[in-house]
Each structure stands twice: as structure tokens, then as C-alpha cells.
């Protein structure tokens, strides 16, 4: 069974900084992407970075310059380094991982941007 457990979520004030975690532990073979979504209220669910195994990065247009995405192979960790965070990425964010078998979510991190 796979998991996949995020942290670092949490209230920061507008132009802080935060970094979220997730591991991904079980029966885990090959991972092709792991990376972040947000879904903020009442609003769908959105991509904000991914990863692949080779270290190739895509980002919304929304958050570049501003978010960096990162992964530890060797952990099965995938991390998102937001920075100069404003009210509007007020969301929670769910942490995704896609292998050759499945696809995977977190159970997700509230981020909280007061202004």
C-alpha cells in the first residue's frame, strides 16, 4: 500500500516564505512524476509544479519565479519551496505521485496567506 504524507503547511503572512514535504513510502516501484496541486475554495483543483525522475520541471504560469519545486530520489520526497506568498495562494495542496502502475494523492496541507 502506498501512502504519500505531506507536511509544512500552515498560516504565514503575506511575502513569507513556507516549504512543503511529502514522502511516499510502500510498495512504490517505478515513479515517473510526483508534484503539487491546490485547490483553493470553490475552486477546482490546479497544477502548480511538477517533477519527473529526471529532474524536469514544469510550473503554472502563476507561481513562476515565485515557487521552486524539488525531489529526493533517494527518499521518494518531493518538496515545494514558496516564496514571496500573497493571499491568493491560499489553498489547500495535495502532493501527487505517478508511477508505472498508479497514480497516488496526498490527503493534502492547509496553506493559509494572511495579508
Known amino acids: 500500500q502506498v501512502q504519500l504524507v505531506e507536511s509544512g503547511g500552515g498560516l504565514v503572512q503575506a511575502g513569507g516564505s513556507l516549504r512543503l514535504s511529502c514522502a511516499a513510502s510502500?510498495?512504490?516501484?517505478?515513479?515517473?512524476?510526483m508534484g503539487w496541486y491546490r485547490q483553493a475554495p470553490g475552486k477546482q483543483r490546479e497544477l502548480v509544479a511538477t517533477?519527473?525522475?529526471?529532474?524536469?520541471?514544469t510550473y503554472a504560469d502563476s507561481v513562476k519565479g515565485r515557487f521552486t519545486i524539488s525531489r529526493d530520489n533517494a527518499k521518494n520526497t518531493v518538496y515545494l519551496q514558496m516564496d514571496s506568498l500573497r493571499p491568493k495562494h491560499t489553498a489547500v495542496y495535495y502532493c501527487?505521485?505517478?508511477?508505472?502502475?498508479?497514480?497516488?494523492w496526498g490527503q493534502g496541507t492547509q496553506v493559509t496567506v494572511s495579508s
Open positions: 501527487n505521485m505517478i508511477t508505472t502502475r498508479n497514480n497516488y
Open positions: 510502500g510498495s512504490i516501484f517505478s515513479i515517473n512524476v
Open positions: 517533477i519527473t525522475i529526471r529532474a524536469y520541471t
